[in-house]
């Protein structure tokens, strides 16, 4: 499940989108992720879909590369679709078979956190795809730089997430060559009910997490023997700089997110 991660994973090509200020694609993304909990009628997650698919088709990355991130999250998709469904009361009521009832607001609260699920990490994984984990960092960093008046360490906080995202691609890669290992000496990894495979998972966790302390150390150990110090004083081999498109972006984002608020009031 693991290598179907999709964040963290960098995709490059040449696109409008890859060349945005990656605090224009943070902000863009927190505003989608905002709107698609807005969204409240049919016509308004059509407009999210509709904005969503034209990033897409700017981006230039195959559409099977973020769906395929919807894999590790079918569980989380499918309880998510159940509560809603059968705990949600309201008229008129659907169907009914003893304690079971499915009634109308319950299928339509299944139907858009479905869709509010599916879109978040599609979108997600579409920030992460057009853009390097070290533009993300330079890109948190500069962007809640105003935190530090009321000192948090923004510096620190962007690079641990920098380096989070990082390890998600080597840790997925490392689980699938330990799983490929594991099951050339006999280990089943398919076979049998939850509990039993849940235990057939432990040969395989106990050596990905020596290894993840492993790497994690390896890493302390060159940051400081290059004298890392945090952020204070360093420079930037390239400094961000806002340019024509991320204005147009911003725009199209904010008319994007008025017109989704303008459905919620108005329908």
């Known amino acids: 499940m693991l290598k179907d991660m999709t964040l ?4 490059p090509v040449d696109s409008v989108i890859h060349r945005l200020d990656p605090r224009t694609k943070l902000s863009a993304t927190m505003l989608y992720i905002i709107s698609l909990f807005l969204a409240n009628h049919p016509l308004a997650y059509l407009c999210s879909f509709l904005f969503f698919a034209l990033a897409v088709g700017l981006s230039r990355v195959p559409f099977r590369y973020i769906a395929k991130g919807l894999k590790p999250i079918f569980v989380l998709l499918a309880l998510s679709v159940f509560f809603n469904l059968f705990l949600t009361g309201g008229e008129p009521v659907l169907f ?24 978040l990490v599609m979108g997600s994984a579409l920030m992460t795809y057009t853009t390097t984990p070290n533009a993300l960092t330079d890109g948190m960093e500069k ?15 962007a690079m641990m997430m920098s380096i989070a995202l990082r390890f998600i691609p080597i840790l997925a890669e490392e689980a699938d060559k330990i799983q490929k290992a594991q099951m050339a000496r006999g280990a089943n990894f398919e076979e049998g009910g939850v509990i039993a495979r849940a235990k057939a998972m432990i040969p395989l966790l106990v050596p990905l997490f020596i290894s993840a302390f492993r790497r994690a150390t390896d890493l302390a150990m060159a940051m400081e023997a290059r004298c890392y110090h945090g952020g ?5 081999m390239y400094p961000l700089k806002y340019q024509r498109r991320d204005a147009i972006a911003y725009l199209i984002v904010f008319v994007y997110l008025g017109i989704v608020i303008a459905m919620r009031i108005l329908l």
């Open 96 to 119: 009914q078979w003893k304690i079971i009832r499915i009634t109308g607001p319950g299928l339509r609260q299944a139907i858009y956190m479905a869709i509010r699920l599916v879109f």
């Open 8 to 11: 963290g994973q960098y995709y």
């Open 143 to 157: 962007g809640l730089r105003f935190l530090k008046v009321v000192h948090v360490p923004v510096h620190e906080i």
């Open 232 to 236: 204070e004083g360093r420079t930037k």
